[in-house]
Nanobody, 122 residues
């Protein structure tokens, strides 16, 4: 499995960025981020074919995940960015589950690519 994230950069607070992940094969794909001095956390995931999505509470309403299977690409549209979104963003295969009690959850799978740095600063 090959995964390649791109699209990071420097953006001012309130701005937008779109990350892209070129992913070979049909897997659930997730975006995970690691801020300086912090552990890696899940941001958003999307299932392989039926469009089930997951968002961390911190990005709900601001980030949108989508995929174009014809292009083998998963996108993360990030709007209303704030300094707390500063991190290295990784795309990875994801393990998703859904329960009535807890809703949809997502964790990192076995494959991930090099990250792309997102810096939100004025």
């Amino acid at each position: 499995v090959q995964l390649q994230a791109s699209g990071g950069g420097l953006v001012q607070p309130g701005g937008s960025l779109r990350l892209s992940c070129a992913a070979s094969g049909y897997y659930a794909i997730g975006w995970f981020r690691q801020a300086p001095g912090m552990g890696r956390k899940g941001v958003s995931c999307i299932s392989s074919r039926d469009g089930i999505t997951y968002y961390a509470d911190s990005v709900k309403g601001r980030f949108t995940i989508s995929r174009d299977n014809a292009k083998n690409t998963v996108y993360l549209q990030m709007d209303s960015l704030n300094p707390e979104d500063t991190a290295v963003y990784y795309c990875a295969t994801a393990v998703m589950s859904k329960t009535l009690k807890y809703g949809t959850s997502c964790s990192m799978g076995d494959y991930w690519g090099q990250g792309t740095l997102v810096t939100v600063s004025s």
